[in-house]
């Protein structure tokens, strides 16, 4: 089985400034990961995934993340953010296997961009 | 042009009632999903569907029979609604050959009163 833990529920920022929203996993086997973003009153959207090759991965909006296999870590970065970021993002982890699997979603982190 | 759509946004109703939600994609995807937010916005999955089949049946209480009359649609019916069954849910959907990039509804809000 696998979890996602998102290490905070909330993180304000200014308009501009630099943010990262942390992401830990735990799993058995070798996993793909993702981030998805939730606006206000809207279904998920995906951010970017990792399923293989380099450890550092480019997704829309300016965000980036960072595959860390050590630290069981993906976090999420972007070095300026706009008003428009503010939403709700989630880390979600998956087996890599073939076929189907759960994707299995953290608690998610409220991203709140001060102007 | 809305990818995945569902309907009603918001359903109010008593303990006790039947409802269901209605879940339509046009992506010609293969595989759809429903997906349960509680208030603390946690999301999980509930069961998904490829090509009409059952193929993920999490432990939902059995009052919840999804259907899906063809690929392009997958319903939630609820039986007996509970305070409990109050939350956000979720239609998705996704090719199973990458079944990662998933294609979110706007959810429906329920309510039971």
């Known amino acids: 089985a696998q979890s996602v833990t998102q290490l905070d529920s909330q993180v304000p920022v200014f308009e501009e400034a630099p943010v990262e929203l942390r992401c830990n996993y735990s799993s058995s086997v070798s996993v793909y990961l993702f981030w998805y973003v939730q606006y206000p009153n809207q279904g998920l959207q995906l951010l970017l995934k990792?399923?293989?090759?380099?450890?550092l991965v480019k997704g829309i909006n300016g965000f980036e993340a960072e595959f860390n296999k050590s630290q069981t870590s993906f976090h999420l970065r972007k070095p300026s953010v706009h008003i428009s970021d503010t939403a709700e993002y989630f880390c979600a982890v998956s087996p890599s296997k073939r076929g189907y699997q759960k994707v299995t979603f953290g608690t998610g982190t409220k991203l709140q961009v001060i102007p | 042009d809305t990818a995945v759509s569902q309907t009603p946004k918001y359903l109010v109703t008593q303990m006790g009632n039947d409802k269901s939600i209605k879940c339509e994609q046009n992506?010609?995807?293969?595989?759809m999903y429903w997906y349960k937010q509680d208030s603390k916005k946690f999301l999980k999955i509930m069961f998904s569907y490829n090509n009409k089949e059952l193929i993920i049946n999490e432990t939902v209480p059995n009052r919840f029979s999804p259907k899906s009359p063809d690929k392009a649609h997958l319903n939630l019916h609820i039986n007996s609604l509970e305070l409990g069954d109050s939350a956000v849910y979720f239609c998705?959907?996704?090719?199973?050959?990458?079944?990662?990039?998933?294609?979110f509804g706007p959810g429906t809000r329920l309510t039971v009163t």
């Open positions: 992506l010609g995807h293969d595989t």
């Open positions: 998705a959907s996704s090719q199973v050959r990458d079944p990662y990039e998933q294609y």
């Open positions: 990792y399923l293989s090759g380099s450890t």
